[in-house]
Nanobody, 126 residues
């Protein structure tokens, strides 16, 4: 399994932008579907966005569609999440996750993902 490390979190005012990055090591990154999940205090960890192994398909939670963009760079073993027009309700710990799969679709279910980063805090103030 790949090891994943997130970076790029922080605090921003509503309407602002942040870019999260996730660096992968120790596995064949190009064979992994990659996802971003988030967990707010007292709530379950939920799917935010995902991208297939070759970048051919992406999927987004309805709450972030049109504001967030997921992308990947297989040459450099990186996946990113560009977050624009941030809202206070986007405040959460964000997790990068990987599922070794050459499927043409993105899985939204958390148990499918076997590799997880440690999480990174994103705080959006009003």
């Amino acid at each position: 399994q790949v090891q994943l490390v997130e970076s790029g979190g922080g605090s921003v005012q509503a309407g602002g932008s942040l870019r999260l990055s996730c660096a992968a090591s120790g596995g064949t990154f190009s064979t992994y579907t990659m996802g971003w999940f988030r967990q707010a205090p007292g709530k379950e960890r939920t799917f935010v966005a995902g991208i297939t192994w070759n970048g051919g398909h992406t999927d987004y939670a309805d709450s972030v569609k049109g504001r967030f963009t997921i992308s990947r760079d297989n040459a450099n073993n990186m996946v990113s999440l560009q977050m624009n027009s941030l809202k206070p309700e986007d405040t959460a710990v964000y997790f990068c996750a990987g599922s070794q799969s050459l499927s043409g679709s993105v899985a939204r279910m958390r148990p499918v993902y076997k590799s997880w980063g440690q999480g990174i805090q994103v705080t959006v103030s009003s």
